[in-house]
């Protein structure tokens, strides 16, 4: 999300946000807030998601802020997993612009996103959230959002409690904004760390990032890092794992697994049935000591530890929990060094096992450290089972009449996330009610498949995750029916897309060859139809090059302009065209314009050509682009308004 006023120029800086805060509004709704805070290149929307669905589960109130907005501008802020109501939005901007404007601030007025990080911030602090997670837009330290303060003592960082800031994984993006170099970005996003705070730090792919990251957070919070990259967690598929609602005991002596929650204790978590479903195996210490000590303790402070520990344990009127397995350095008497918990990883593609470990260790530190005590594993599995992130590896069905149909009554869009990762099985699910962390019934409707259709489903409440992975396949149904959508636009994201399309390829041709008698080899994968769109100012060549392949073909299309975003720029298809000459599978593809995303999609849905698999990526607002035209809506109905204090803002109209 760039910052910019309404002409388009970037404008970087706190001068006038803050300004605002502490001169204009009736009152600074930053002290009435916690938060936690996230930064980095890749990965933050993914992180903001888990952390505030394991929240939710927990049965706090949420407030979430993402940047940039997917559909509407009014997506972007969120309570409980729904936007604010669009009246109430507009309202609330027209507020802050009539102040902004009466103000006559000397520091000028607030860019558009600055109006909307303000409108975010007083929305939560007047709707009395437990916590918001916020996402920051543009690097971080001159970001609207950096205006917290550290999480003890007063600061003159700003007011309100940021308790734990995540950096998420850095790469080079928006070179010469926030730096000419990936050392200089992670400079700039290092900025939101604040002294006294807690930082978790992604594994980092670039080690000049990464050494930058540590550095700076050594100085600014020594003793209170959680460095992901140092932690034991493992991605993996669970081969035996099984939870469910009919299960009345769990044996607890599997020396393997990690023993299992009973029903009661984890009542809307997928059923694994031996599917070897992935999951995201953690191990986190007792104490938050331990993250950044790795001396043994004393006998005596061993044995203090764990007596405290039995007693705490005897005198909570909470079961005993299972699932997580203590892993222990001695005898009887030996301190717990370590906690297994199993994760389940709903959000498609490699990489989220590292976003999921972000956000565990994240939310380890607030119910360790800042006292979020109902955030018990089994609420972090609950919510890691909720969460949707639309528009990131998402599967869509491209008949439009069935979607039209479908938005007419109350049921949800279809939607298709693969939640596996070697191979990926693409499945379509109706996005169920989110789950609360206590016992419900299940309500997951039939499922059907590119490989074929499932009736068995997931019998979790959650969002869309796991389901049954027995699959018929159906040799009539080839993936042109079918369309993945990815908002990657940088060379990293599109790297990780690439393997997961590469993933998919070989499912598919597993699949058609284990069940037709086509006589064709299980190496047969179809060719990738690129359905592409890009900003003004990507590095278009190093992206189509980490995606195109001989045999591929390239579908070239603009998006619309974004709402309130000026300074969004669509490229041209015939820059992205020029861009194609110039990758290395150029003379072995076939390129295609088209004046509009309609027109690509009444192409897809004539195309009796060769089965492909359809891509669509390049573009966060190409992805919103393609839901608009199915009319898919990847949100809960918005809020009802809440009340606002009286003559402080407007109702809404």
Same mark, same amino acid.
């Given at each position: ?24 509004? #009736? ?33 706090? !109130? ?53 109006? =909307? ?47 734990? @800031? ?84 769990? *044996? ?30 953690? !191990?986190?210490? #007792? ?5 950044? !000590? ?15 520990? =039995? ?40 990489? @989220?096992?590292?976003? =999921? ?75 169920? #009610? ?31 995750? /796991? ?43 597993? @699949? ?13 994968? #179809? ?8 900003? /003004?100012? !990507? ?6 090059? @980490? ?42 593809? /076939?390129?295609?314009?088209? =004046? ?5 999609? *009444? ?51």
């Amino acid at each position: 999300m760039t910052v910019s006023d309404s002409t388009g120029r970037i404008k970087l800086g706190l001068e006038r946000i803050l300004h605002f805060f502490e001169h204009t509004l #009736p009152s600074d709704p930053r002290t009435r807030l916690s938060v936690v805070h996230v930064a980095g290149t890749n990965g933050k929307g993914s992180v903001c998601a888990l952390v505030s669905e394991a929240l939710i589960a927990a049965g706090y !109130k949420v407030g979430t802020f993402n940047s940039p907005h997917f559909l509407e501008t009014n997506d972007a802020l969120r309570i409980q997993g729904r936007p604010i109501a669009a009246a109430e939005y507009a309202g609330l901007r027209a507020w802050i612009s009539s102040l902004d404007a009466d103000a006559n601030s000397p520091a000028g007025p607030l860019t558009l996103f600055e109006q =909307a990080t303000v409108a975010a911030i007083w929305w939560f602090a007047q709707s009395d959230v437990d916590l918001a997670v916020i996402e920051v837009g543009m690097g971080g330290l001159r970001d609207a959002t950096n205006v917290f303060g550290p999480a003890e003592g007063h600061s003159s960082l700003g007011a309100g409690r940021s308790l734990v @800031q995540c950096i998420c994984p850095i790469d080079e993006d928006h070179l010469g904004l926030i730096g000419d170099n990936v050392e200089e970005i992670a400079r700039e996003k290092a900025g939101i760390m604040r002294p006294g705070s807690w930082i978790v730090i992604a594994s980092q792919e670039r080690i000049d990032a990464f050494h930058r990251i540590r550095q700076i957070a050594h100085r600014i919070s020594p003793g209170r890092i959680v460095n992901v990259r140092r932690q034991p967690t493992y991605d993996l598929h669970v081969p035996n794992f099984s939870i469910n609602h009919n299960t009345a005991s769990a *044996d607890c002596s599997c020396s393997t697994l990690p023993s299992i929650r009973t029903p009661d204790a984890i009542p809307s978590w997928a059923q694994f049935h031996g599917t070897g479903r992935r999951c995201l195996r953690v !191990k986190y210490p #007792p104490t938050l000591d331990s993250y950044t !000590k790795s001396r043994p303790q004393s006998s005596a402070a061993a044995a203090a530890a764990a007596a405290a520990a =039995a007693a705490a344990a005897s005198a909570s009127s909470e079961p005993a929990l299972p699932t997580s397995h203590l892993l222990t350095a001695g005898g009887p008497a030996s301190v717990p060094t370590r906690v297994e918990v199993d994760l389940p990883l709903v959000l498609p593609g490699y990489y @989220q096992a590292g976003n =999921a470990s972000v956000a565990f260790y994240a939310l380890d530190v607030l119910r360790t450290h800042y006292g979020y005590d109902r955030l018990t594993d089994a609420a972090i599995q609950t919510g890691f089972q909720n969460v949707r992130w639309p528009g990131r590896l998402s599967w869509l069905r491209l008949n439009r009449s069935s979607l039209l149909s479908l938005n007419a009554c109350d049921s949800a869009p279809l939607i298709v996330q693969d939640d596996t990762a070697t191979p990926p099985s693409s499945f379509l699910t109706e996005r169920a #009610p989110r789950a609360e962390h206590k016992p419900i019934p299940s309500s997951r409707s039939s499922t059907s498949s590119i490989f074929g259709s499932s009736s068995s489903g997931n019998t979790s409440g959650g969002g869309s995750g /796991h389901v049954s992975d027995r699959s018929s396949f159906d040799e009539t149904e080839t993936p042109d029916g079918w369309i993945l959508a990815d908002g990657a636009h940088n060379r990293a994201a599109a790297e990780e897309l690439r393997k997961y399309v590469d993933t998919t390829l070989r499912r598919f041709a597993q @699949q058609r060859y284990i069940h037709t008698a086509s006589g064709r080899s299980f190496r047969d994968t #179809p060719p990738v139809r690129w359905i592409i769109g890009f900003t /003004h100012g !990507k590095n278009m060549v190093d992206i189509l090059s @980490q995606l195109v392949l001989p045999g591929d073909s390239l579908w070239l299309v603009p998006f619309s302009q974004p709402s309130e975003m000026p300074w969004i720029k669509c490229e041209s298809t015939d820059a992205i065209f020029s861009a194609a000459h110039k990758i290395p599978s150029f003379g072995k593809i /076939h390129i295609t314009q088209f =004046a509009s995303l309609a027109d690509a999609l *009444d192409q897809l849905t004539t195309d009796c050509s060769d089965a492909h698999l359809n891509v669509l990526c390049g573009s966060l607002y190409l992805v919103a682009d393609l839901f608009r035209e199915l009319q898919v809506q990847p949100f809960d109905a918005p809020l009802e308004a809440v009340a606002l204090s009286e003559g402080k803002a407007p109702a809404p109209n």
